[in-house]
């Protein structure tokens, strides 16, 4: 069943999530093909983060009783950083993504910030550039010595970088 047929339902999530919540990172991590030696260094990075859960920079998304997905944002001045965005990979392609990604945008910009910056998956890139974010440099894997990140920045809406001319 998709989507189309049962509401996305985002909530905070609960801090006895959090194995099942990583479990659901690595599962979607694995969608690009990466092999069990690359998952495992980045089992550690995938928790969402216990103190997050607890300030409420983590949501879920569910599509009946089945957690659909998870994304985790934190705030640094005028700065946001997506820490997290992940989908079940049985829900990737039903809108899940795109509702956790216009949480944590709405967020954000709630909180005042200009900008977030996203550390993607090159895989995932696109999605992020798809929302207007634009490519900023590279950045350090924090699971996998060597490997870079693509960078990308979101100019949030309303803020002085967000606006066109």
């Known amino acids: 069943m998709t989507a189309g047929s049962r509401s996305i339902r985002l909530r905070p999530a609960q801090a006895e999530e959090a194995i099942a919540l990583r479990e659901l990172c690595l599962r979607s991590k694995a969608v690009w093909g990466y092999d069990e030696a690359f998952l495992a260094a980045c089992r550690e990075e995938l928790q969402p983060g216990a103190d997050a859960i607890v300030q ?20 640094e001045g005028e700065t946001a950083h997506l820490e997290k965005l992940f989908v079940e990979p049985r829900f990737i392609g039903d809108g899940v993504g ?14 005042g910030v ?24 590279v950045a350090p894997s924090g699971s996998i010595p060597g490997r870079l990140l693509p ?13 066109r001319t």
Request: glycine share 14%; net charge negative; with cysteine.
């Open 98 to 111: 795109k509702r956790l990604m216009g949480w944590a945008v709405e967020q954000a910009a709630a909180l």
């Open 151 to 163: 960078r990308l920045v979101l100019p949030m809406p309303g803020s002085e970088m967000g606006r």
């Open 114 to 137: 200009r900008w977030m910056v996203i550390e993607a998956d090159p895989g995932a890139a696109g999605f992020y550039r798809r929302w207007g974010a634009h490519d900023d440099g």
């Open 56 to 75: 409420g920079c983590v949501q879920v998304a569910e599509l009946g009783n089945a957690l659909a997905g998870v994304v985790e944002i934190s705030v």
